[in-house]
């Protein structure tokens, strides 16, 4: 199960590893994947990523990233590491009135390259 996320370029959901997985063990049920994912992001082998407009998909990137998300197919990709400005965490503290910042998590949008190609046709 970890090795069929792991092995995914992309970010995939609990169908996707399902399907996967249920051609070496055909018995395999969509509730054991579910189960066996949410085990693996609690051991922090995986990360859960939380979508408010689709089901869970699974990250084999346990670093901080971010991500970018095409508005046209909904491919998500790591973005490469980005140095953000150091004030930035300072910025969002005095911004909200929270007592510490230590996190963030980005989501940008766009269109990838291979929608662009599809619309240029
Ligand atoms: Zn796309
Ligand atoms: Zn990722």
């Known amino acids: 199960m970890l090795a069929a996320?792991?092995?995914a370029k992309h970010h995939p959901d609990a169908k996707w590893v399902y399907e996967k997985v249920s051609r070496e063990i055909p018995n395999i049920s969509l509730g054991t994947v579910y189960r066996a994912l949410a085990a693996l992001s609690a051991e922090g082998l995986i990360r859960e990523y939380r979508r408010a407009d689709g089901?869970?998909?699974?990250?084999?990137?346990?670093?901080?990233?971010?991500?970018?998300?095409?508005?046209?197919?909904?491919?998500?990709?790591?973005?490469p590491p980005v140095q953000l400005p150091d004030d930035m965490l300072e910025s969002i503290r005095?911004?909200?009135?929270?007592?510490?910042?230590?996190?963030?998590?980005?989501?940008?949008?766009?269109?990838?390259?291979a929608c662009a190609e599809k619309t240029r046709e």
């Open 55 to 79: 089901p869970s998909l699974y990250d084999p990137n346990t670093e901080d990233h971010f991500h970018i998300r095409c508005r046209s197919c909904g491919r998500i990709e790591d973005v």
């Open 5 to 7: 996320v792991k092995m």
């Open 94 to 113: 005095r911004a909200s009135e929270f007592a510490r910042v230590d996190q963030v998590r980005l989501e940008f949008g766009g269109i990838c390259s």
